[in-house]
């Protein structure tokens, strides 16, 4: 008897002692974390979104800012507890302030959204009638406006709810759902910086949802601002002499590598996307065009432009000098094919660098032959072909330099002389993208090869700098000196007296070249060029597709370009002009449509040749 109680007791204090550490543990050890998990229960978080960080271009000009969307909601649990005709008469009259009936649920428990986007002034009668309105209140959130339209859309980008998959992959990076985050350009690529810190109220709720008092309070933190090196006038001005033409124009700073313009059509409107409201406008957009494709950015072949990368092999590889001589009849044989010059009847008999200056077939047919692909691979890559540059921004394309293993793997095929030769001219398998060639030229005038880059910097609201962008040389010209003089004079005859003339612009001297790029349909025309051409400021390349002549569709946008840079840029530090107000209608850019047949060439054809029709 006396062991069955001792054992009844050893087990009571055993218990005890359990339930007592266990009670320690919850109390004490765990206090913490259970009172937070009680208050969690009992609470709800009523988020407030931050505003992004508003964008500006170079000279401070506000491109992307943000506006308020007004949403009226109705809070059941204050209406449920009114008599019927109070609800029926608070209903009545704000559905007479907002032009529509209003039904209620009396079992809601959520704040029920009666109508988003409200217009600003019914928002605002609305608060005026607040003492009349109890259970109904206004709330505003900030959603993305950029105040162009279209401009630069492929820069700037768009915003949007984010996705599952986008989740996913960014939720451990304090994302969540319902988050409003970057698409494309550089409110993708900078996302993180430009979001400001979201924050709202903790409200203590009782057993029905109701909310009882307002445990905390925070305000939202607007993201940093950022500075971009779009010059937005030169921007502007851009899309409106691109017109409805399909391509890109890439401007660059050529001492720096800052992006000062970048254009590609088609376009589309930011703002259609930042307001889920606005949604049926997206059915406004041509799809079969893609206008989402940044075409600066996207590959094509880039035809007679390509021609410095064989030039510049040759002459540094010594298998042709500026002596060297090449008889031009109008076509190029090899074995039993016959490969076309541009120029019919032929050029006759014509040095290498004078054969850039009318960019004859021939002559680099055969250089092409006499280097062969590794050279001119070598060369390529040197100008910064075939790989990223780096730019800040999306949808970037790497390329294609073809090599033979390159043939070998993906084609299954040996590589031939013929491709060779196709190969000097800039055509075959190499592929390119009119920001490549923008840099490659961009060496030619300075001497380097830079990163380019389209974020000068972002600042804080306080006014620290948390990023900065800064010119970042990544190589050097492949050249010498004397043979960089060369190319360097035989690009200013291109647009003196060779194909190039229909850019010429008095006043300020440039030095380019013309491309027409065959591929299936029409040809592509490409003109890049810099100026002035004795000390460069600004590279720019012209891209336009199915444009066929690279000395007319693109050289007549590149030769407006270099006039407006002229009487607005040129010798001007930091111009102080009054910026033209009608560009901005209804949030759309004003940007009027010109079409072709308003762009006459230039009468200046006195050399007695036609001008580069060929690859």
């Known amino acids: ?24 543990q919850l109390q004490v050890a765990e206090g913490g974390k259970f009172g937070r998990l009680a208050v969690e229960n009992a609470a709800k978080m009523v988020p407030e979104s931050a505003p992004r960080g508003v964008i500006y271009d170079r000279f401070d000009k506000v491109v992307v800012e943000n506006r308020p969307i007004f949403t009226v909601r109705v809070l059941p649990y204050i209406l449920a507890k009114k008599p019927k005709p109070e609800r029926e008469r ?43 309105l109890d259970g109904v209140v206004v709330s505003s959130r900030p959603v993305r406006l950029s105040k162009y339209g279209t401009f630069a859309s492929h820069v700037l980008g768009y915003v949007g709810e984010i996705e599952a998959r986008e989740l996913e992959r960014l939720k451990l990076n304090g994302y969540r759902l319902g988050d409003i985050i970057g698409k494309d350009g550089v409110e993708k690529n900078y996302d993180r910086q430009l979001r400001g810190e979201d924050g709202g109220k903790m409200i203590e709720v009782d057993v029905y949802g109701t909310p009882t008092r307002i445990l905390e309070s925070l305000d939202p933190v607007p993201g940093p601002d950022m500075k971009l090196t779009i010059d937005l006038s030169l921007q502007l001005a851009i899309e409106e002499i691109l017109g409805g033409q399909e391509g890109a124009v890439v401007v660059l700073n050529a001492r720096s590598g800052e ?29 079969n065009k893609h206008p989402f494709i940044n075409r600066a950015l996207a590959i094509y072949p880039p035809g007679s432009i390509f021609k410095i990368v064989t030039l510049a092999a040759a002459l540094e590889e010594g298998v042709a000098t500026p002596d060297t001589i090449v008889n031009c009849p109008g076509y190029y044989k090899l074995n039993n094919r016959l490969a076309k010059c541009w120029l019919g009847r032929g050029h006759g008999s014509i ?50 330099v073809p090599t033979k293993e390159w043939k070998e793997t993906y084609l299954k095929e040996p590589w031939y002389p013929g491709d060779s030769i196709n190969y000097g001219i800039g055509q075959g398998f190499v592929q390119v993208t009119p920001l490549q060639m923008a840099m490659a030229y961009a060496s030619l005038a300075s001497g380097q090869l830079f990163r380019p880059y389209v974020v000068q910097e972002i ?26 003089a060369l190319v360097r004079q035989a690009l200013r005859d291109v647009v003196k007296r060779g194909t190039g003339v229909a850019a ?52 007549y946008v590149a ?47 006195d050399t007695g040749l036609p001008v580069d029709g060929g690859t």
């Open 459 to 484: 600042k804080n609201k306080n006014g620290k700098v948390v990023y900065q962008g800064k010119k970042e040389v990544v190589g050097s010209v492949p050249l010498t000196k004397d043979n960089l």
């Open 1 to 24: 008897m006396n062991n069955t109680k001792q054992a009844l007791i050893i087990i009571f204090i055993v218990g005890f002692s359990l339930v007592f550490l266990r009670l320690i």
């Open 259 to 287: 992006l000062l313009s970048l254009a590609s059509y088609p376009n589309y409107n930011p703002n259609i996307f930042a307001d889920s409201a606005e949604n049926w406008k997206w059915q406004q957009l041509n799809y």
């Open 351 to 400: 040095g290498v660098v004078e054969g850039l200056v009318w960019s004859c077939d021939v002559v680099f047919y055969e250089l092409g032959r006499r280097l062969g692909p590794d050279l001119i691979v070598k060369y390529a890559r040197k100008f910064g072909l075939g790989s990223y540059t780096g730019i800040d921004l999306p949808q970037e394309k790497k390329g294609t």
């Open 90 to 132: 608070v209903l009545g009259l704000l559905g007479k302030l907002l032009g529509e009936k209003i039904e209620f649920k009396v079992s809601a428990t959520e704040p029920i959204i009666v109508k988003d986007n409200v217009p600003l002034a019914v928002a605002v009668q609305v608060e005026e009638n607040k003492l009349n």
């Open 559 to 605: 030769r407006d370009v270099l006039k407006w840079y002229k009487e607005h840029r040129l010798g001007k530090e930091y111009p102080q002009e009054k910026f033209e107000q009608q560009y901005i209608l209804n949030g759309r850019a004003k940007v009027p449509y010109r079409p072709k047949t308003n762009i006459q060439p230039p009468l200046i054809r």
């Open 504 to 555: 010429r612009v008095q006043g300020l001297p440039a030095a380019g070249k013309t491309g027409t790029a065959e591929n299936p349909g029409k040809a592509h025309a490409w003109f890049i060029c810099y100026a002035p051409d004795d000390d460069p400021e600004i590279v720019i390349a012209v891209f336009i597709a199915h444009g066929e002549h690279g000395d007319q569709a693109a050289a």
